[in-house]
């Protein structure tokens, strides 16, 4: 019989367009992520929300991009040193709610939820260290020609990972989701894809970003 993982609402941490984001009831090292029901349609694009409606399927698009990018990294790099500036993914797991994917969980040194970019830069700034570990993961994204459609300040955290020193991880938004997949064509298509990406997250998040050494910096 297939066990069910049961997940609480006090477990419930955060909630995206596409999926709820709960706690592991049984593992402090994990999150289980679960397609919602009725995705939050706010913001996004009609064609979005028309190819929603009429191929249901393509819901199920983000997580198998999002698995076939992490492999992809994995495979490429397969030594025991390898660290990966995104999360690892540990398969699926049934819940109440339906199929979940379980994921790694990035913590403060007290095994609180780590903090998002966007909650440090709205609530208390970005210290040296925190931008110094923003630019490293950075730079690493650009050398493992990682395709990341959706790199905003709520999927970059900076946190541990299982008892490890602190870093920022990139948590959510990794694999190319596009319609038509031009970040997986080739090296070069991808790093202007990333340009871009964090060019827009610097006018986000009000920090300065140097288009040739591919890194930020406090706005002046």
């Known amino acids: 019989m297939t066990q069910v993982l049961i997940l609480e609402e006090v477990d ?16 402090t090292t994990k999150l289980v992520k679960v397609l919602r029901k009725n995705p939050d349609t706010v913001g996004r694009s009609g064609f979005g929300n028309f190819m929603e409606k009429h191929f249901p399927m393509t819901r199920a698009r983000h ?10 990294v994995m495979l490429s790099n397969r030594e025991a040193s390898f660290h990966i500036p995104i999360t690892h993914m540990f398969g699926f797991a049934h819940t109440q709610f339906g199929l979940g994917c379980v994921t790694e969980r990035v913590t403060t040194r007290s095994g609180a939820l780590a903090k998002t970019l966007e909650t440090l830069i709205r609530h ?12 490293d993961t950075t730079k690493r994204l650009y050398q493992l020609d990682i395709r990341a459609s959706d790199l905003t300040a ?30 997986s064509m080739a090296g070069w298509s991808n790093r202007i894809g990333l340009d871009d990406s964090f060019k827009r997250l610097a006018q986000r998040t009000h920090l300065s970003w140097n288009g040739k050494t591919r890194q930020f910096a406090k706005a002046a």
Request: positive net charge; proline residues 6%; aromatic residues 8%.
């Open 12 to 27: 419930l941490v955060a909630r995206g367009m596409q999926r709820d984001i709960y706690l592991h009831p049984t593992d």
């Open 63 to 72: 997580i198998r991009k999002e698995y076939t990018e992490y492999l992809r």
């Open 124 to 135: 208390e700034g970005i210290t040296p260290r925190n931008l110094d570990l923003l630019n």
């Open 154 to 183: 709520k999927n970059l955290v900076f946190g541990r990972r299982n008892g490890g020193p602190k870093e920022c991880v990139l948590v959510d938004g990794f694999g190319d989701i596009h319609a038509v997949p031009v970040r």
